[in-house]
Nanobody
Framework: QVHLEESGGGLVQAGGSLRLSCAASGLPIGLAGMGWFRQAPGKEREFVAAITRGGGSRSGGSTYYADSVKGRSTISRDAAKGTMYLEMNSLKSEDTAVYYC???????????????????WGQGTQVTVSS
């Protein structure tokens, strides 16, 4: 059974940084596309970042970012630890949301942003940025 669990959320001041983690069990994350999504109060869930399957280097893969976080976020994966990360810097109040990690085998370089491509989801971790 696949289980994804996020951690690392919390309250942070605007301009600060945090690193979210997504620990996976029952799933070889190096062989799956993985992503981060977020949902703010009253808004739809939106794509944040994704990393495609690792190929020869199972911790590698191509990375993709939403315009809203590009340049200040880094998605990465440690396949040996079964964990994916999202590091975010220069946080803004509009980054406040529940952040979800997701995994799927239909994710590819041609399609990473749709939540429909992801088969497995975590429960989410709250990130609150105070201004």
């Amino acid at each position: 059974q696949v289980h994804l669990e996020e951690s690392g959320g919390g309250l942070v001041q605007a301009g600060g940084s945090l690193r979210l983690s997504c620990a996976a069990s029952g799933l070889p994350i190096g062989l799956a596309g993985m992503g981060w999504f977020r949902q703010a109060p009253g808004k739809e869930r939106e794509f944040v970042a994704a990393i495609t399957r690792g190929g020869g280097s199972r911790s590698g893969g191509s990375t993709y970012y939403a315009d809203s976080v590009k340049g200040r976020s880094t998605i990465s994966r440690d396949a040996a630890k079964g964990t994916m990360y999202l590091e975010m810097n220069s946080l803004k109040s509009e980054d406040t949301a529940v952040y979800y990690c997701a995994a799927g085998f239909r994710v590819s370089s041609s399609a990473v942003r749709s939540s429909d491509l992801y088969d497995y989801w975590g429960q989410g971790t709250q990130v609150t940025v105070s201004s």
